[in-house]
């Protein structure tokens, strides 16, 4: 189990950009899927983007394609999310979560967020029109 804290969230004006951080603390030793995961209100929590720790291959939803970025830290045990040309329709909270898996797994979009068990406390991303 990894304990994960977000941060960098805001409010931007559409065609901004944003970084967030999510910092992972405990049981950092195992390969995990690090996934970034939005939800807004009255919407179901969605995959925005993924990453294997082990080897760095990602995944990203159509919707944020060409636009964010997932990446990794690992000896800061950080992911981060870079996330340019903001668009309105990207307003939601955003969270960090965890699952100990493979890289064919992570990288081929093959979960669902209730797949995921440990999970951040969520960042706001407000855009702006």
């Known amino acids: 189990q990894v304990r994960l804290v977000e941060s960098g969230g805001g409010a931007v004006q559409a065609g901004g950009s944003l970084r967030l951080s999510c910092a992972a603390s405990?049981?950092?030793?195992?390969?995990?899927?690090m996934g970034w995961f939005r939800q807004a209100p009255g919407k179901q929590r969605a995959g925005v983007a993924a990453?294997?720790?082990?080897?760095?291959?990602?995944w990203y939803a159509d919707s944020v394609k060409g636009r964010f970025t997932i990446s990794q830290d690992n000896a800061e045990n950080t992911v981060y999310l870079q996330m340019n040309s903001l668009k309105p329709e990207d307003t939601a909270m955003y969270y960090c979560?965890?699952?100990?898996?493979?890289?064919?797994?992570?990288?081929?979009?093959?979960?669902?967020?209730?797949?995921?068990?440990?999970w951040g406390q969520g960042t706001q991303v407000t855009v702006s029109s």
């Open positions: 990453i294997y720790t082990g080897g760095g291959s990602t």
């Open positions: 979560a965890a699952k100990g898996a493979g890289s064919t797994y992570c990288s081929g979009g093959y979960w669902g967020w209730t797949d995921f068990g440990d």
């Open positions: 405990g049981n950092t030793g195992r390969r995990y899927c």
